[in-house]
């Protein structure tokens, strides 16, 4: 048997790691990992060494163990809850919340002016954070008359003391243009851990209309009134995918019921489901869907009680099925979830990158890749974003690394260790990085927008405005509502905006597209 301390065993070959597994699975309801035994070996691995438990066997003693084994359970179930950390997460809605949801939830509310927000599954607090900021913005100089109240709740303990403090390394700010960062922020300087690199602190005023607690969406499914004031919107993005149809259809009906009569929900954009239309309304906006209650939706199934399967489909839900696009190749697949790629029609002659120096000659084509190569990229790729995404940002560098040394010309991965690098204040290294990704895909709009972005902070104005212009160009010749791979959700109109924006900020800097 080992040991702790000892190299850690395979859990793959453990005889008693697939009850284990089952197990977890049953008690959280967390299908997600059915088929993705690395990532749960590897979060099991970490709470064996914080419990000094050496295998499998022992493990499971341990969650048999009484209030112990509870206390273990809390923690396994924030362990294996995969948390994104970036602000304005999914372009398209906020954009829908900025124009439709939110002008329409302040009209109805004028008399009161009260508005109740829940971000379900919150993670670290961007979400809600996130929704400050918008709030305060749209509510402009009558924001002193309103109560409003933001409630981020989350099962991870770690996660919502995070959350709590408010502060964030660049990865969480990634896609927020420099003048955002100035504006809902304040610097802080280096420090051990999450701020190794210098992080930034909300400023205060963002910070007021927004709590968090602990909470499990399924205790949604419980039966009995809802405890509580309705809410006027609810947010529950990306949480849904840990569990099977059964599960989700009752927990959005839980969530549906927490809703005002006027009242908004929206999910994230792999989680729709045709099921859903016996009790919410949906809501075409442009890219996305959104969800009000429906005042003759059925009784609520109680424990126990069968939850119909959703039904097959027939046609399209409205607005896009893709989640944002994410850690794929340059067609944009992401976590398992294929991405938008950028269409045919758009094909424009693309602006040459500055070629990495000492960069060698690259293949024209992809060449030939058989089908379990295309799988094993795709698993690096999300494998990497996963670790990222939750804060383990030198993890997800020493993945990105592994994968680098199997495949050292995939473009994705290369523009990922350009962010990563730049997380983690490798400024010299992620500039190389983000080079060699456009000398392998000239046309890769986020690398020009990273690589401007790296160059305005290395206060290198002219080259900047060289890799902020290539991303305005292509951007425009693409479409305003195009979503762009690894874009985290932006559109070809939104990066337009934002470099150009950037590139506005740097004055009369002269450039000369490449």
Not at 46 to 56: G, K, P, S, W
Not at 66 to 79: C, V
Not at 163 to 177: C, D, H, I, S, V
Not at 182 to 187: G, I, N, Q, S, V
């Amino acid at each position: 048997m080992a040991r702790p301390g000892n190299p850690r065993p395979d859990l793959g070959v453990d005889p008693a790691y697939p009850p284990l597994k089952a197990r977890i699975i049953a008690r959280t309801g967390h299908h997600y990992y059915i088929d993705k035994d690395e990532l749960l070996i590897e979060r099991l691995h970490r709470r064996f060494r914080a419990a000094a438990v050496a295998d499998c066997a022992a493990y499971a003693a341990l969650l048999s163990s009484g209030a112990e084994g509870e206390a273990e359970w809390a923690r396994l179930e924030a362990e294996i809850t995969v948390g994104e950390t970036f602000f304005f997460r999914y372009a398209e809605q906020f954009n829908a919340l900025r124009a439709t949801i939110l002008p329409a939830l302040i009209a109805a509310r004028a008399s009161e002016r009260v508005l109740r927000i829940w971000s379900a599954g919150c993670s670290t607090g961007a979400e809600p954070y996130s929704l400050a900021i918008l709030v305060h913005e749209l509510l402009g100089d009558a924001r002193s008359d309103w109560r409003v109240s933001i409630l981020g709740t989350d099962i991870s303990v770690e996660a919502l003391a995070t959350a709590r403090a408010a502060e964030y390394g660049r990865w969480a700010l990634r896609t927020m243009p420099p003048e955002d960062r100035l504006r809902y922020f304040t610097r802080l300087p280096a420090a051990p851990g999450i701020r190794r690199e210098g992080g930034y602190a909300l400023r205060p005023e963002y910070r007021g209309s927004v709590r968090f607690e602990r909470g499990n969406l399924l205790n949604l499914v419980e039966p009995g009134p809802p405890q509580g004031e309705p809410f006027d919107l609810i947010l529950c993005r990306n949480v849904l995918i840990y569990f099977d149809a059964r599960t989700v259809a009752a927990v959005v009906r839980g969530l549906g019921r927490r809703l005002r009569p006027e009242g908004w929900l929206l999910l994230g954009h792999a989680e729709p489901s045709p099921a859903f239309a016996s009790f919410l309304d949906a809501v075409s906006l442009p890219g996305t869907v959104a969800y009000r209650p429906r005042a003759d939706a059925p009784p609520v199934a109680l424990p126990g009680t069968p939850v119909p399967d959703p039904a097959p489909s027939t046609g399209q839900v409205p607005g896009p099925p893709a989640r944002d696009p994410g850690p794929g190749a340059s067609a944009g697949a992401s976590s398992g979830v294929s991405g938008v790629g950028l269409p045919d029609a758009a094909v424009v002659p693309a602006p040459d990158p500055v070629a990495a120096p000492g960069t060698a000659p690259v293949p024209d084509g992809p060449g030939t890749r058989d089908h379990g190569a295309v799988l094993d990229e795709a698993c690096d790729l999300d494998r990497i974003r996963a670790l990222a995404d939750s804060g383990e940002t030198g993890a997800a560098w020493r993945a990105l690394r592994a994968a680098l040394d199997r495949d050292p010309t995939d473009t994705a991965l290369r523009f990922y260790e350009g962010l990563l690098a730049r997380t983690l204040g490798r400024d010299a290294e992620a500039e190389r990085a983000l080079r060699a990704a456009l000398y392998l895909d000239r046309s890769f709009v986020m690398a020009h927008y990273h690589l401007g972005l790296l160059l305005i902070a290395l206060q290198r104005p002219s080259e900047a405005v060289r890799a902020l212009d290539n991303a305005v160009a292509l951007s425009q010749a693409l479409g305003p509502d195009t979503a762009l791979p690894e874009g985290d959700g932006a559109s070809a109109g939104e990066i337009a905006a934002s470099a150009a924006a950037a590139r506005a900020a740097l004055g009369g800097v002269g450039s000369r597209r490449s």
